[in-house]
């Protein structure tokens, strides 16, 4: 592991100040590290020589030392002293983000006027979701889960509330599940959420601060949302080609209160999986520009040809990378159970905030995702579903294949749920969406996703079979052309 040796200081605290001479170093020490002059693995001198250095008495130091410990940027090494060991999202913890005023204002945007329309119409009856982000319900394993209720049963003695990051036998289930990814995770680096979306709201009120920019793929699931900007922080798209998304292209410009959100596993809503070399060049990149990422592995079981792709919280040596997981792609949203994944000082901050909102996901979801990941059926179940959803995916590209070729294109997609659809010529997607929905068919225009105009649609092959899908793709089809062509 490479060491940088001890650096020169010639600034002091200022003793006039209301500010307490401790949180002067901490403030100092975080600067340093954001401005990217003191490096990861740079060594600090020693607690006598800070002393020293900034005047004041050791205990100063000390305190000062132990509080950039419990947010993570430095750490004691044996024989190495003290160094820095993280500059990204630990950088943001010291700082005042406002939380409490987003917590007590209730403020949030209102969605867009077609997601709107597309949250009534998803419970309307005789409607055909071909671009709904869920799982068949249908598809949902009973038998099994009956089984895991029976046994969850058994040995509850009550449904109180649960410790501030979750039940511990589900932390320690999800440590155990992360392996298969190549994540290293005590129970302690995990944080039970209501669902990945809560994890995301998490991070908007606690990490990331005001007037701060957000990048993300373009187009982006994260682009359907509002919650972000709710929060005061603005959305920057950046382009991808087949290979995921093009980092060169982000701002060299880094603040260091900026982040970066990639589905990088089959992508929502392009369906795209990001090459493993241009997952190392991403993670080169972010290390030498300071930005953190937000990692959603929504869709990261759910590869239909061959393993996994690396996880970039596989790849990540520095606490860079917050890692959101969810069993509402695999299993069922109903259940409300996602995770997340980050230092522990990233943890207890997230878990701190979550109990003022819930106190805490559901108790019995928790305990039945437990014994279903112990128990070793939801691999089992996982291996299945995979199975079904590729042949359904496949269905859905031959039906694609008879009745749009001529007038779009999409690529296939290695997993997930959705096939990104773009017209040839322009079609006016708000009136089409209407249109559609007349007919009984439910569509997600590509424009909600997106940072710009654009002649797309996401279709899911996964919340209709083949030959619902079939139905509405032969039935789509006819209203383009004879009304929109």
């Not at 809503?269 to 959603?296: A, H, K, V």
């Not at 040596?317 to 000082?345: C, F, H, Q």
Request: proline fraction near 4%; charged fraction near 25%; hydrophobic fraction near 35%.
């Amino acid at each position: 592991m490479k060491q940088i040796s001890t650096i020169d200081i010639e600034w002091k605290p200022n003793k006039d100040s209301n500010v307490p001479m401790y949180r002067q170093i901490v403030k100092f020490v975080s600067d340093k590290v954001a401005s990217g002059e003191w490096p990861i693995w740079t060594r600090l001198p020693s607690q006598r020589e800070l002393s020293a250095i900034f005047e004041v008495n050791r205990s100063t130091v000390t305190t000062a030392i132990d509080e950039l410990t419990s947010y993570g940027i430095v750490s004691g090494r044996h024989g190495a002293g003290t160094q820095i060991s993280s500059n990204t999202w630990s950088l943001l913890l010291p700082d005042n983000s406002e939380w409490n005023s987003y917590l007590s204002s209730g403020f949030f945007q209102e969605n867009k006027a077609i997601v709107q329309s597309i949250n009534r119409l998803e419970f309307t009856e005789n409607v055909i979701r071909i671009g709904t982000g869920e799982i068949d319900p249908r598809l949902f394993p009973r038998d099994m889960w009956k089984d895991i209720l029976l046994k969850v049963s058994n040995r509850l003695t009550s449904l109180g509330y649960l410790e501030n990051l979750g039940l511990l036998e589900l932390r320690q289930a999800i440590s155990n599940h992360l392996e298969k990814f190549g994540i290293s995770a005590s129970p302690d680096n995990i944080l039970i959420t209501s669902g990945s979306l809560q994890a995301l709201q998490l991070i908007s009120v606690s990490l990331l601060k005001r007037d701060s920019t957000v990048y993300t793929e373009a187009p982006s699931y994260l682009k359907s949302l509002e919650m972000f900007q709710s929060a005061g922080m603005k959305l920057s798209g950046v382009p991808m080609d087949h290979q995921g998304l093009e980092y060169w292209k982000l701002s060299r410009n880094q603040d260091e209160h900026n982040a970066l959100y990639t589905i990088p596993t089959n992508q929502n809503p392009t369906g795209i999986t990001m090459s493993e070399n241009r997952r190392q060049e991403l993670m080169r990149y972010c290390n030498d520009n300071g930005l953190p990422i937000i990692e959603d592995g929504a869709y990261q079981e759910l590869c239909y040809d061959g393993k996994s792709p690396a996880t970039l919280k596989s790849l990540d040596e520095n606490g860079m990378v917050i890692y959101l997981g969810t069993a509402s792609k695999t299993l069922a949203p109903g259940l409300r159970i996602g995770w997340v994944v980050a230092d522990k000082p990233i943890v207890d901050r997230l878990g701190d905030i979550k109990m003022q909102m819930d106190y805490g996901a559901s108790s019995l979801s928790q305990w039945a995702m437990a014994e279903f990941l112990n128990s070793g059926v939801y691999d089992e179940y996982v291996d299945d579903l995979r199975k079904i959803l590729k042949k359904r995916r496949d269905a859905a590209l031959d039906n694609l294949t008879k009745c749009f070729s001529d007038i779009a294109t999409w690529k296939k997609p290695t997993g997930g749920f959705y096939i990104w659809l773009t017209f040839n010529k322009k079609i006016k997607i708000e009136k089409l969406f209407e249109t559609a929905a007349n007919a009984g068919i439910l569509l997600n225009p590509g424009d909600i996703y997106d940072f710009k105009e654009n002649r797309s649609l996401r279709l899911s092959f996964a919340y209709v079979n083949s030959s619902e899908f079939a139905q509405a793709i032969k039935r789509l089809s006819e209203i383009i052309k004879t009304k929109f062509l």
